[in-house]
């Protein structure tokens, strides 16, 4: 059966207790990107990204996918027959949100409930943590059909998986399970399905509450160093928390410094100091 959806209806979202619950929403597809989908997706993006509400966003698949990849028909096969410029614009729309999500304001976490092929591997990066369920299937089945594993699907394989290992995948089209996806580095770590939500939660319920500040430069200086070398490195650690300082973080700084001396409320190996008394 055909599902027609407005462009607004392929992404499902809410905001619950300090998350936002992201979700590709075309199941009848196994949730693949299409350009109304790209669309929409940045604006959701954009619109939660500031929300004092909004501590934590979980990207997620509606269904029994993640997102397997580009759309054949719509992305692709559509847009060659209008020309170059059609294609151009949609790889912009793509390529956008998928940039905006690598730099995202809050903490992100990929909740990888099912099928995750091809373009999905560009969202699967752009995510901070990404927890898959161990049945979960990962593939770059590009190879198969005559093509490369392009919109970045090849760098991400390369950048997160051993050498070696991202050139089979990428060669072979064989997919992974999650457990096996883990095990190489694509995802942070699997869990049995019945469990994955219960191990979302967990993670995002640590992250509401450490410091929004600290937790921003500490995600952006783990991806720009990926490239540095340890001079350069070090350089750029040191300017990021001068910044750091300048947008909040010596405010919180001085209280956790207060919490962990003077009330000896919290140890720093062992948890989070209480960021409500922060005054900024």
């Known amino acids: 059966m055909t599902v027609e959806r407005s462009e607004e209806d392929t992404v499902a979202w809410e905001v619950a207790d300090g998350i936002a619950w992201v979700k590709f929403n075309r199941p009848e597809k196994r949730n693949c990107m299409s350009p109304k989908l ?17 501590k934590v966003l979980v990207l997620t698949g509606e269904g029994k996918a993640w997102s397997a990849g580009m759309d054949l028909q719509e992305y692709f096969r559509e847009n060659e027959e209008k020309g170059l410029w059609a294609v151009r614009k949609a790889q912009r729309e793509s390529y956008g949100w998928f940039e905006r999500l690598r730099w995202y304001e809050k903490p992100t976490i990929a909740m990888i409930n099912g099928w995750c092929f091809g ?23 590009e190879i198969n059909w005559g093509i490369l594993p ?20 990428a060669m ?34 640590v992250l509401k509450k ?7 430069a500490t995600k952006w200086t783990m991806r720009r160093m ?4 340890y001079d350069s490195a070090l350089d750029y650690q ?15 700084r001085s209280e956790a410094t207060r919490q962990f001396l003077d009330e ?16 900024r």
């Not at 999905?120 to 770059?140: M, R």
């Not at 990926?226 to 070398?229: A, E, I, L, R």
Request: proline fraction near 3%.
């Open 238 to 252: 040191i300017r990021a928390q001068e910044a750091l300082h300048s947008f909040g973080g010596a405010e919180a």
């Open 38 to 54: 790209n669309r929409q997706m940045k604006k959701v993006l954009e619109e939660l990204e500031f929300r004092d509400d909004v």
């Open 226 to 229: 990926v490239d540095m070398t």
């Open 119 to 141: 373009g999905g591997y560009g969202p699967l990066f752009g995510c901070d943590i990404a927890i898959a369920a161990e049945d979960a299937q990962f593939g770059l089945s």
């Open 172 to 205: 072979m089209g064989e997919n992974l399970s999650g457990k096996q996806a883990a095990e190489q580095g694509l995802v942070t770590e699997a869990v049995p399905a019945d469990k994955l939500l219960a191990r979302v939660l967990e993670i995002a319920e």
């Open 264 to 279: 000896k409320s919290f140890k720093p190996g062992l948890g989070t100091f209480d960021t409500s008394k922060v005054q």
């Open 150 to 169: 392009g919109g970045g699907a090849s760098k991400v394989a390369q950048e997160l998986m051993p050498f070696r290992k991202a050139m089979y995948h």
């Open 210 to 216: 450490k410091d929004g500040h600290a937790l921003r």
